[in-house]
């Protein structure tokens, strides 16, 4: 019988994505047929999958990790923030409508025989299950009807181990108070905890992990220290933008506006890792840096309200200085379709119809459709043949006399993005550019910059390898597998 284990934890963002993909490594070494799942995740960092739908990000990832391609049965329910209070939700792969959060909370039972039925697709081609929790357990105003966390555990079966961290501090209460608020059936899914990202010496906590199993009665599985090359691994959502930016001074910078509802952000991540650029973003209330030599604008879950957002913060005026100063500015995706004349939304894909002027860097204007295109892409820029790998998830047609100046040609002969007559200004709806070595140094040439030689997707391997042993030295993965 194929073996399920939960990975939950005390809170939100205690590394519960990281653990499982770390896992799903080591136990794929170990020669187990691995398949990572999450019920319903909450992320507009997503990933287009193999068979043509999209996913969460860190459950593309965790595949990665399992050395399997990514299935949109790995992450049945996504929620796609589109305001504070409202996601478009995706139902294996595919957008199924948008919803407020209390109108969701009616939907959750309803979608539960979708998890169901994406997690007998993965107990059928794998020896083990990886299933990632959502949130915390402890939010028990949402338990009825829940998905994600003990309402997936109990009707499945699935037995739980609880991630607490120790770096946000108070993680015995949060571990300890976990159960105290858990319904008694609920606490009795989880079996073991974990501590996560320590620093110091461990053995300074060793009388916490027995205090934690005594109040709790859960095995202690393991208390893992800090792993500072998780870094360089793609991360799940924007919490992780919210980290000080690294200053790298007499090296060109790239200025990248922090959009309310910012998406694929994973996409600057191979630029971030050039030690030859440095990256900062730029949040609310501050100026975009006169000294940036390229302009990024990101990918948008919502790109008309983004785009109000960027003009409210005054960046327009911003981004106009920096091209009279003989700056660059290029747009992926959503920030593609702020550089063109117009953003128009007639259907009211994105909220009530409407129309508003974008930068005018572009003479393009696009048009949000009802339909989403998700694929994966190859090619090479125009300008320069450089090679690229990637992808494509939008809704929105763009058309234009810029167009005619196409920035990439797709392996099978079509045109993607769009470049302003003086070569500064140019957008496209590809996801992934950067991630190629060779695009990533070309577009470093041109901001008068040397690429690194590294080798971007072999480095993400080789982290993944790497925390799989570091998990393998300080948990248990033995009795993980047997409580599996």
């Given at each position: 019988m194929t073996r399920a284990l939960m990975i939950q934890g005390s809170g939100s963002d205690v590394g519960k994505s990281l653990l499982v993909a770390g896992l799903a490594r080591a136990f794929t070494r170990r020669g187990l047929t691995v398949r990572p799942f999450k019920p319903q995740n909450m992320s507009n960092n997503a990933a287009v999958t193999a068979d043509g739908g999209e996913i969460g990000r860190a459950q593309a990832l965790?595949?990665?990790?399992?050395?399997?391609?990514?299935?949109?049965?790995?992450?049945?329910?996504?929620?796609?923030?589109?305001?504070?209070?409202?996601?478009?939700?995706?139902?294996?792969?595919?957008?199924?409508?948008?919803?407020?959060?209390?109108?969701?909370?009616?939907?959750?039972?309803?979608?539960?025989?979708?998890?169901?039925?994406?997690?007998?697709?993965?107990?059928?081609?794998?020896?083990?299950?990886?299933?990632?929790?959502?949130?915390?357990?402890?939010?028990?105003?949402?338990?009825?009807?829940?998905?994600?966390?003990?309402?997936?555990?109990?009707?499945?079966?699935?037995?739980?181990?609880?991630?607490?961290?120790?770096?946000?501090?108070?993680?015995?209460?949060?571990?300890?108070?976990?159960?105290?608020?858990?319904?008694?059936?609920?606490?009795?899914?989880?079996?073991g905890f974990i501590v996560n990202r320590f620093r110091g010496d461990p053995s300074l906590f060793a009388d916490g992990m027995d205090l934690i199993a005594a109040r709790t009665g859960w095995a202690a599985l393991g208390l893992v220290p800090f792993f500072p090359e998780a870094a360089r691994l793609p991360p799940e959502d924007a919490l992780a933008l919210d980290a000080p930016g690294?200053?790298?001074?007499?090296?060109?910078?790239?200025?990248?506006?922090?959009?309310?509802?910012?998406?694929?952000?994973?996409?600057?991540?191979?630029?971030?890792?050039?030690?030859?650029?440095?990256?900062?973003?730029?949040?609310?209330?501050?100026?975009?840096?006169?000294?940036?030599?390229?302009?990024?604008?990101?990918?948008?879950?919502?790109?008309?309200?983004?785009?109000?957002?960027?003009?409210?913060?005054?960046?327009?005026?911003?981004?106009?200085?920096?091209?009279?100063?003989?700056?660059?500015?290029?747009?992926?995706?959503?920030?593609?379709?702020?550089?063109?004349?117009?953003?128009?939304?007639?259907?009211?894909?994105?909220?009530?119809?409407?129309?508003?002027?974008?930068?005018?860097?572009?003479?393009?204007?696009?048009?949000?459709?009802?339909?989403?295109?998700?694929?994966?892409?190859?090619?090479?820029?125009?300008?320069?043949?450089?090679p690229f790998t990637g992808y494509e998830m939008h809704v929105g047609d763009t058309r234009g006399p810029d167009t005619r100046r196409p920035l990439l040609r797709f392996a099978d002969g079509r045109l993607d993005g769009a470049v302003s007559a003086d070569g500064r200004v140019a957008g496209t709806y590809v996801h992934g550019l950067f991630a190629d070595d060779r695009q990533r140094a070309a577009w470093l040439a041109r901001l008068g910059a040397a690429a690194s030689a590294q080798d971007y997707e072999a480095g993400i391997e080789t982290v993944l390898d790497r925390f799989a042993d570091h998990l393998e030295t300080h948990l248990d993965c033995d009795r993980l597998l047997a409580l599996a």
């Amino acid at each position: 019988m194929t073996r399920a284990l939960m990975i939950q934890g005390s809170g939100s963002d205690v590394g519960k994505s990281l653990l499982v993909a770390g896992l799903a490594r080591a136990f794929t070494r170990r020669g187990l047929t691995v398949r990572p799942f999450k019920p319903q995740n909450m992320s507009n960092n997503a990933a287009v999958t193999a068979d043509g739908g999209e996913i969460g990000r860190a459950q593309a990832l965790q595949a990665r990790a399992s050395r399997v391609a990514p299935s949109v049965h790995m992450n049945p329910v996504l929620l796609k923030p589109q305001s504070e209070v409202g996601a478009q939700v995706v139902v294996q792969g595919r957008m199924i409508g948008t919803a407020r959060a209390r109108e969701y909370q009616a939907w959750k039972p309803r979608l539960l025989a979708s998890v169901l039925d994406s997690f007998a697709h993965l107990r059928a081609q794998a020896d083990l299950v990886l299933v990632e929790g959502a949130g915390s357990p402890a939010e028990v105003n949402l338990r009825r009807g829940d998905i994600a966390n003990m309402g997936f555990a109990r009707a499945t079966g699935t037995p739980v181990v609880l991630v607490g961290d120790i770096d946000r501090g108070g993680v015995i209460a949060s571990l300890v108070g976990t159960q105290a608020v858990l319904d008694p059936e609920d606490a009795a899914m989880i079996r073991g905890f974990i501590v996560n990202r320590f620093r110091g010496d461990p053995s300074l906590f060793a009388d916490g992990m027995d205090l934690i199993a005594a109040r709790t009665g859960w095995a202690a599985l393991g208390l893992v220290p800090f792993f500072p090359e998780a870094a360089r691994l793609p991360p799940e959502d924007a919490l992780a933008l919210d980290a000080p930016g690294e200053t790298r001074l007499g090296v060109p910078l790239v200025a990248v506006p922090v959009l309310p509802h910012i998406a694929n952000f994973d996409d600057l991540d191979p630029l971030r890792q050039e030690p030859g650029l440095a990256v900062r973003f730029v949040r609310p209330g501050e100026p975009i840096p006169a000294e940036a030599a390229l302009i990024l604008l990101p990918g948008s879950k919502t790109t008309i309200d983004d785009f109000a957002f960027l003009r409210a913060q005054g960046w327009d005026i911003d981004i106009r200085a920096h091209l009279r100063r003989g700056g660059r500015v290029l747009g992926l995706c959503g920030g593609y379709q702020m550089l063109g004349r117009t953003i128009a939304d007639p259907d009211g894909i994105e909220g009530e119809p409407r129309t508003l002027p974008g930068l005018g860097l572009l003479d393009v204007e696009t048009v949000m459709t009802g339909e989403k295109r998700l694929v994966a892409v190859t090619g090479a820029t125009l300008a320069d043949g450089e090679p690229f790998t990637g992808y494509e998830m939008h809704v929105g047609d763009t058309r234009g006399p810029d167009t005619r100046r196409p920035l990439l040609r797709f392996a099978d002969g079509r045109l993607d993005g769009a470049v302003s007559a003086d070569g500064r200004v140019a957008g496209t709806y590809v996801h992934g550019l950067f991630a190629d070595d060779r695009q990533r140094a070309a577009w470093l040439a041109r901001l008068g910059a040397a690429a690194s030689a590294q080798d971007y997707e072999a480095g993400i391997e080789t982290v993944l390898d790497r925390f799989a042993d570091h998990l393998e030295t300080h948990l248990d993965c033995d009795r993980l597998l047997a409580l599996a």
